[in-house]
């Protein structure tokens, strides 16, 4: 759960997902979106949870040792890219607002689905968290249906960045538009510093795990 909860609280995704809802079609560009990110995620989990579960069967104790010798990868990366994020963070000036999010407007519903997929691909924490979970639930030695139900849950957990905000909209329908606008505003000021808490939680998460090599 750490693992997915750290993929849902993504800035960039939450932005991305409210600005379309503020957009015309937005709740069909929004779930469009979430179901690119949550397929994207989903993929990364499962080929890491296939690979980990094929080299247990052959040997359970180097895999263990080679899942330990990845976390601790993943967590130097994690620390690493925070001392990045902190060095070039804004110093007094306004931050600058991406062009991407701008454009996100005349995305149509299918070009949603796609930029789901691309972020939840390419944003450069997504992977080593997907693959940090799906190698833990191929360590743990999930198969069938099991494994099934763990990545879908996974999924799903890690989208709610996304899918939470699209339910209040469906839900509270044109009346939520202030609040959404009012979180994007401060999500996008605020962006470096939640990205460098996030990633310094994570680092300190995949350290703690994979500090049993060391014993």
Same mark, same amino acid.
């Not at 080929?47 to 601790?72: C, H, K, N, P």
């Not at 469906?170 to 939520?176: D, I, N, S, T």
């Given at each position: 759960m750490p693992l997915a909860i750290g993929l849902a609280l993504s800035p960039f995704a939450i932005t991305t997902g409210i600005v379309l809802l503020l957009g015309d079609r937005g709740r069909l560009k929004t779930a469009f979106f979430a179901l690119g990110w949550l *397929?994207?995620?989903?993929?990364?989990?499962?080929? /890491? %949870? $296939?690979?980990?579960?094929?080299?247990?069967?052959?040997?359970?104790? =180097?895999?263990?040792?080679?899942?330990?010798?990845?976390?601790? *990868?993943?967590?130097?990366?994690?620390?690493?890219? /925070? %001392? $990045?994020?902190?060095?070039?963070?804004?110093?007094?000036?306004?931050? =600058?607002?991406?062009?991407?999010?701008d454009r996100l407007d005349g995305l149509?519903?299918?070009?949603?689905?796609?930029?789901g997929v691309a972020q939840g691909l390419l944003v450069i924490k997504n992977l080593p968290l997907a693959l940090g979970a799906g190698?833990?639930?191929g360590e743990a030695g999930l198969t069938g249906s099991t494994a099934v139900v763990a990545l879908a849950v996974f999924s799903v957990v890690a989208s709610l960045g996304v899918l939470v905000p699209l339910g209040f909209a469906?839900?509270?329908?044109?009346?939520?538009a202030p609040a959404l606008?009012?979180?994007?505003?401060?999500?996008?000021?605020?962006?470096?510093?939640?990205?460098?808490?996030?990633?310094?939680?994570?680092?300190?998460?995949?350290l703690g795990q994979g500090v049993g090599i060391l014993g």
């Open positions: *397929l994207a995620i989903c993929a990364i989990a499962a080929v /890491a %949870l $296939v690979i980990v579960e094929s080299a247990a069967a052959v040997d359970d104790e =180097a895999t263990e040792a080679g899942v330990d010798i990845v976390q601790l *990868l993943i967590a130097a990366l994690f620390l690493v890219l /925070a %001392l $990045v994020a902190w060095t070039k963070r804004p110093r007094g000036e306004e931050p =600058a607002k991406s062009k991407l999010l149509s519903i299918f070009g949603a689905l796609g930029i190698a833990r639930f469906v839900v509270a329908g044109p009346r939520l606008g009012a979180t994007r505003t401060w999500i996008e000021a605020n962006m470096t510093a939640i990205t460098i808490v996030i990633l310094l939680i994570l680092g300190g998460y995949f």
